[in-house]
């Protein structure tokens, strides 16, 4: 169940930072950061971003403490409803699209305190700006699914952690409830679950919280402004991972195969253009050629550095104006 959770939080996530900007990264840049192999190796860059940023001082909402204050005649609830519907009921996510707000009666049920009630000002926000940080698939088997997001809000010049819980099936996602949590209590490190004072579900929201907050700060990799590791980085940690993995094997390849080839100086730097993208040829490989000496096989993208055959392969395709050698040219 977990497992169908983690990966219902990276699909909402595909392509995205944490923080649901849109990735700098290519498909298999961003596919290798998000490896338990790369977290392994680096830390789990991806837990503190949501960390760092539900501690923060960057709140996505700042709110009076006035907001809905008690009007004659006029319930919590109609107030809720009236200000959901100044904006359509809809509100835009990164990670799920568009979001119906309608009522605060769910919300309203499990619990209501004035700070609560205030931070129904604040759900917009949240979900428009905050992250994913949990996800239960087919939710105790009722079909639909159920994912937390959350976000730093300030309320009266306090700052607290807003959670909105999510209820989704094939056909929307709604708003289902929302708690505060005073942010100080995090950072003090002085908050305890205890789930016999608190309704099961506050309790529930609060020990996923906990478990987030609680993720090891140390990450070795270098970030970039948009929340994720350096695109430079990656693509030098993947090359020389796949030259660790590839410099003593020796393939005799089983069928013909087209690699497109990085091509290098003396120095092994890539060699790029004057808009600093990587030159690259396209080599047509026979039934039978050998592969070896530092091959970097990565799908169908090959990093050639030491590999005299491969290079003589390619000094031979560029002569040839960019038509592939034919089965006579190609050198066992």
């Not at 900007?21 to 840049?29: G, T």
């Not at 700070?115 to 992250?131: H, M, R, S, T």
């Not at 080839?261 to 396209?282: E, F, L, M, R």
Request: aromatic share 8%; hydrophobic share 35%.
């Amino acid at each position: 169940m977990k497992n169908n959770s983690d990966e219902m939080i990276k699909n909402l996530e595909f392509m995205k930072t944490p923080l649901g900007k849109k990735s700098v990264l290519n498909q298999d840049e961003w596919n290798y950061v998000h490896s338990n192999s790369f977290k392994n190796v680096y830390g789990d860059w991806e837990s503190k971003v949501k960390k760092d940023f539900l501690l923060s001082n960057n709140t996505v909402a700042e709110l009076t403490g006035n907001e809905f204050s008690k009007i004659e005649g006029m319930s919590l609830t109609d107030q809720v409803e009236k200000y959901f519907s100044s904006f359509g009921n809809t509100v835009s996510s990164p990670f799920f699209g568009n979001v119906i707000l309608e009522g605060a009666d769910s919300s309203l049920a499990h619990g209501m305190g004035r700070l609560k009630a205030v931070a129904y000002a604040g759900v917009k926000d949240v979900i428009e700006n905050g992250v994913i940080i949990d996800a239960d698939c087919n939710h105790k088997e009722r079909g639909y699914n159920s994912f937390i997001v959350a976000a730093p809000i300030k309320i009266n010049d306090e700052n607290y952690i807003c959670e909105v819980v999510l209820k989704q099936n094939l056909k929307e996602t709604k708003f289902y409830l929302h708690e505060v949590t005073e942010q100080k209590k995090f950072l003090e490190r002085a908050f305890v679950t205890n789930s016999a004072q608190k309704p099961a579900h506050q309790g529930t929201i609060l020990s996923i919280l906990n478990k987030v907050l609680d993720v090891n700060d140390k990450v070795i990799c270098p970030m970039n402004e948009n929340g994720e590791p350096n695109k430079l980085f990656i693509q030098k940690d993947m090359e020389n991972r796949i030259l660790k993995q590839n410099t003593k094997e020796n393939v005799s390849l089983s069928k013909p195969i087209t690699l497109v080839v990085t091509q290098y100086d003396d120095k092994h730097n890539p060699i790029t253009d004057n808009n600093g993208n990587p030159v690259t040829a396209t080599l047509h490989c026979n039934k039978g050629l050998g592969v070896t000496l530092g091959t970097l096989v990565h799908r169908n993208a090959v990093l050639e550095r030491d590999n005299e055959l491969l290079r003589k392969q390619l000094n031979m395709y560029q002569k040839k104006d960019s038509i592939s050698p034919s089965d006579d040219e190609i050198e066992r």
